[in-house]
């Protein structure tokens, strides 16, 4: 079982192998790989840091434990109908995604995300939404 914050539910769907490090990309590398080839796999939904978290770069300030980051997540949890402790398979994520979320919907909620203006988010929605799972990398 993975751990994952709301608003990594999305940067999932938008991966493309591009990160904050090398350990980051690694890291989400593997997490990807592991959904997109077993979408029965569970996620735990936490509130704070998680899995991908405990791999963000420690150059700074910690992007992790920002307040918009915070209000992202509960946005996100908010739309899809979910709560933070809730255990559900990736599937069933995509499913919501399919049934609460569209495209257009990462310039309003990931308005302050700094990998929003690379369009792969709403590309990997619509990618949900066309029953294609997550995209091979």
């Keep these: 079982m993975f751990k994952l914050r709301g608003h990594h539910l999305?940067?999932?769907?938008?991966?493309?192998?591009?990160g904050y490090s090398e350990e980051y990309?690694?890291?989400?590398?593997?997490?990807?790989?592991?959904?997109r080839n077993n979408p029965m796999t569970l996620i735990q939904l936490v509130k704070g840091p998680d899995q991908l978290c405990e791999k963000?770069?420690?150059?700074?300030?910690?992007?992790?434990?920002?307040?918009n980051i915070y209000e992202r997540?509960?946005?996100?949890?908010?739309?899809?109908?979910?709560?933070?402790?809730?255990?559900?398979r990736?599937?069933?994520?995509?499913?919501?995604?399919?049934?609460?979320?569209?495209?257009?919907?990462?310039?309003?909620?990931?308005?302050?995300?700094s990998w929003r203006s690379y369009g792969v988010c709403e590309e990997g929605i619509q990618e949900i939404h066309d029953g294609k799972g997550l995209r091979k990398l």
């Excluded at 999305?10 to 591009?18: E, I, Q, V």
């Excluded at 997540?73 to 255990?87: F, S």
């Design 56 to 67: 963000y770069p420690n150059s700074g300030k910690y992007h992790c434990q920002d307040d």
């Design 90 to 113: 990736w599937k069933e994520i995509e499913l919501r995604v399919q049934k609460y979320v569209v495209p257009s919907d990462i310039q309003i909620v990931c308005e302050t995300c």
């Design 10 to 18: 999305f940067c999932l769907l938008g991966y493309r192998g591009m």
């Design 25 to 35: 990309i690694d890291n989400m590398t593997k997490l990807h790989q592991t959904l």
């Design 73 to 88: 997540d509960a946005t996100i949890l908010e739309k899809m109908g979910l709560k933070i402790g809730q255990i559900l």
